[in-house]
């Protein structure tokens, strides 16, 4: 849920806002953990219902402490150390697969001139045996042109 500190420690509670957030507090509750799905699920979701959407009321804005609960504290403060691990390894994952693609890049230019110098080797060869050829039909008519 989005609760910010300046929302808590606020001098005008925003009852829309407050409304606003609840309901979008809710919603994501409800659809990690629907309400009659099971038992567990059901205790989840009262569980989460009580200790992360039923303090944004401006009623109870006013009575309650001017600090986050700490058990809201921490788990904020798990869920972006979890973002930083995710980020860090989404980024891990970008390096591995740039990897994957230069050496894949370097390969296939391997392969390509290898193809080439094959294909050059054997233009060459076919060179050299029509060079061949034509001085063997020079021989064989410098032969047939000398009188025994």
């Not at 989840?44 to 009575?63: R, V």
């Amino acid at each position: 849920c989005d609760l910010n500190q300046e929302d808590i420690e606020g001098s005008v509670c925003n009852s829309k806002a407050m409304q606003k957030k609840q309901h979008r507090c809710l919603s994501i509750i409800d659809r990690c953990f629907p309400p009659h799905h099971s038992d567990a699920s059901t205790k989840l979701h009262h569980q989460f219902e009580k200790l992360y959407c039923a303090h944004l009321e401006c009623e109870s804005a006013g009575k309650r402490q001017k600090k986050i609960p700490d058990a809201l504290r921490k788990s904020s403060v798990r869920v972006q150390a979890s973002a930083k691990s995710e980020t860090g390894s989404s980024e891990g994952w970008r390096k591995f697969w740039i990897v994957v693609f230069i050496l894949f890049m370097l390969i296939l230019l391997i392969f390509y001139i290898g193809i080439c110098l094959y294909r050059k080797d054997m233009s060459i060869m076919d060179d050299l045996q029509k060079l061949s050829n034509t001085r063997r039909q020079k021989r064989l008519e410098l032969i047939k042109s000398k009188p025994f």
